[in-house]
């Protein structure tokens, strides 16, 4: 067979250039979400307000989690590019972990309020509040099975393009999903915990 | 089980209701039927459903845009016949029927018209203009087809099972709430959209993927054709406000099936919140369905006047300005919810200053045009129509941006009359003019132009005498949608505008004579150069329809017009000796397998079948999963092929190659005098 | 050698920004248990503190560099950030205006 013409193209840079468009897009749809929490937080309904329903502690252990597995998902994408399997394993481990964790919280949090009768149906705040911080523990576990699906490729092959795009692509949403969580902190809890 | 869904959801609640049902299904029997007699399953399977070069999926979008166009325009149609004789009578629609009609007027004409429209045009023509092989990811390409026709497929189904929204096609609560309507009309509403929009994203990012990584070499940024500029920009505001969709429509599912409470009456909802995250995305959308109609007539207008674009540079500068400002002008489709002065005249102010860089593109289509040696076929003649019919629109509107005269103008025919008179010669024609344009590119002979110019008369005058009537009412003080009236005066324009829309009837049943006499006839009207205008970019480079591979090799591209300097240099047909074998991607049936879950998925979030849409939802997941383990395949095309395609149609093009010896290469003087850029 | 240089490179780049976001994550958390600041000053310094956070992720985390990073990445960054101050802002003003002339409050 002959030569077959060359590629003007990197394919995985293409990829990762999408996703990054597909990041943007999807920072727009949070920010959209933040907007819509800043001018429904003070529709309460005579239910209760922002003041009453967040913890503290849990609040510093949530970005205390998501900030350590952005460094956790960091060093993992390392040892992916320097083709260091085991290390790569432990870092994905940990995060995995971190993002468990963190997930548990959300949830005990939410079973929490919805025991307290503070669902999303009592108070356009509360529908603003559980649809922001959802959508964002929504990507949290997105991000979970992504890293269980990498964590099944690295067991399957050795290091190539294939996971060496995948880990790229899933570095930068879970850093995304690092940023929101700034934003969800300094613009929901802890305006809500100040007294 | 079945969530809501019941026998009751069958439409034998009124007699057209039925009829539209029957028509839909048996269209739908009919079409199945007719690939089944004729034996073409496997043939349409193989070559088109499953396919994933570019240019066939931009046919295919075309394909449903054109269906919905119909059906969008009957609905027009009994609007037009509804309100010219329901004076002091019901007419003959009931007010719950007439409502579901302009709501799916709207949104199909919109959303599963337009957007398909020039969805299917840069998909076909923006690869080959920019010289690639195809989009940056042809399987997602696909995969977004699919999930727009999953949208198409929920409205549609929705005359079928259950009822379409009445709550007009921008849905606003607290009307559509489920207080006010509890059927399932809204929710097939919002799922259509939400469903459509995730693909039309898709789509988004693979176009800018596409012309940010994929140009030709030596194609910079400001040799790029104008119509690749204008899908880049486009495809930008695509990617920035389809969120918007998104989250309006989704908030809009949470207060309906979970009751939230962001646009309700009580529980502290605010309904004007809706108004203000639908119009970011709204207003952009404008201009997504108008940006890629304007290079569409920038590339007609240079080729039919013989000449280069004028000021190119301003065109570019004034697109991107537009795709800009696109975001700053959304207040002005509610000026009058209550927001105070300053709030409304600084949306005012972005309204009328983004009317500057659309008058700057109409004087450089004028000037393109001045002093060229005019062809007057049917492109051009859209594309002179949208010139004169746009500006009195582009002037309604800069009125309409005035806040205080939209009081008084707010929510009547004026304002249908105006957008209309936006999108109809802004999109519609361009889009017209893009299919009459590129179909001899597409399928290898050009559309009938005896035809096409009946079609395009009956169009431009059903258009005024449709619309202008409307203005007139507007002023009157006629509100739009309305159902019946007890105004006499009313009732002549409202005649009038009844005939302009069989007059429009006129103008598609002399479009689809104008294909059936050219399929017919297609040995008459063949283009065996591959370039059938005398054009000059790159889409023209290749044989009348494109191989799958579009380009064996690429010349290096030296400046805008890449074409037409490789003809000017009689270098156009000269024949390449160092071709390769070509890599392409192979089928995938990847758009159906998403396409039909998404559809079943947004189907059981209407009827409130939970457990089925998780389910599909859950396959959707997997699915991704476990292509994310297939590796792609590709099928290679021997170099000894692509030689000999690309020997016969040169060998065919230099033979009937319209360029030496045309009066038209005058203009080559000319284009010498400009130093390459 | 080049190699080694590299690694130690990238893992002390995470390693400063982890720092840098732990000290601007524990600063807004301090102000808001510590009270006493007027409730402006109190929204300007979280604000001020989340805005230099997110400049730091995106500097140490995801690598974002005006000068090595390709540009049609940082135009789609950028164009980001100008439309999120035009949406969150634009409700903002819109929204509270209106509610302003609705309640009269």
Known sequence: MSEVDAKTFDESEERAYGFWLFLMSDAILFSLLFATYAIMVTATDNGPDRTEIFGYWRTAANTALLLCSSLTMGLASIAIREDRKSTAFQWIFVTMILALAFLVLEIQEFAGLFAQGAGPDRSGFLSAYFTLVGTHGAHVTVGLIWMAVLCVHLALRPIGPVIQSITERLTMFWHLVGIVWIGIYSMVYLPGLYQ | MFGRLTEDALPFYSEIAMAGAAVTVGGGLFVIAVVLWTGSLLYLWRNWLTSVDHKRIGIMYVVVALVMLLRGFVDALMMRAQQAMAMNSGGYLPPEHFDQIFSSHGTIMILFMAMPFLTGLINFVMPLQIGARDVAFPRLNLISLYLTAAGAGLVLISLVIGRFSTAGWTGYPPFSETEFSPGVGVDYWIWALVV?????????????????????????????????????????????????????????????????????????????????VLWMWGHPEVYILILPAFGVFSEIVATLSSKRLFAYNSLVFATVVIALLAFTTWLHHFF????????????????????????????????????????YQTPMLWTMAFLVTFTIGGMSGVLLAVPAVDYTLHNTTFLVAHFHNMVIPGALFGFFAGYVYWFPKAFGFRLDERWGTRAFWFWVTGFYLAFMPLYALGLMGMVRRLQHYDNPDWQPYLIVAAIGAVSVLCGIICMAIQLWVSIRDRDRWADTTGDPWNARTLEWYSSSPPPAWNFASLPKIEGTDAFWRLKERGEAYREDENVGAISLPTNSNDGIVYGALAFVFGFCMVWHIYWLALLCLGAIVAHLIVSSFRHPTEEVIPANEVARHEQEWKTAARAGSRYDGDPLCDYRTVLRKVPAQ | ????????????????????????????FAITAAGGLSRTWF??????????????????????????????????????????????????WIMGNLTSRMMGT
């Open chain 2, 196 to 276: 459509s929009g995730v693909g039309t994203t898709l789509t988004g990012i693979n176009f800018i993927t596409t012309i940010v990584k994929r140009r030709a070499p030596g194609m910079t940024w400001m040799r790029l054709p104008l119509f690749a500029w204008t899908a880049l920009c486009a495809s930008i505001l695509i990617v920035f406000a389809f969120p918007a969709l998104t989250v309006a429509g989704a908030m809009l599912a949470l207060d309906r099936s979970a009751g939230f409470h962001f646009f309700t009456n009580d529980g502290g909802g605010n309904a004007m919140h809706f108004a203000n």
């Open chain 2, 336 to 375: 009058t919810m209550g927001a105070g002065a300053s709030v409304n005249t600084a949306f005012g102010i972005t309204t009328m200053i983004i009317a500057v860089p659309t008058g700057v593109k109409v004087f450089d289509w004028l000037m393109t045009m001045y002093r060229g040696r005019i062809r």
């Open chain 3, 1 to 28: 050698m080049s190699d080694v240089k590299r690694h130690q490179r990238e893992v002390r780049n995470y390693l400063v920004g982890f720092g840098l976001a732990a000290l601007l994550t524990i600063i807004p």
């Open chain 3, 43 to 92: 929204d300007l310094a979280i604000l001020l503190a989340a805005v230099v956070q997110v400049l730091v992720h995106l500097r140490y985390f995801l690598h974002i560099d005006l000068r090595h990073t390709p540009r049609e990445n940082l135009l789609a960054l950028g164009f980001t950030g100008v439309l999120i101050v035009i949406m969150i802002g634009g409700t903002l």
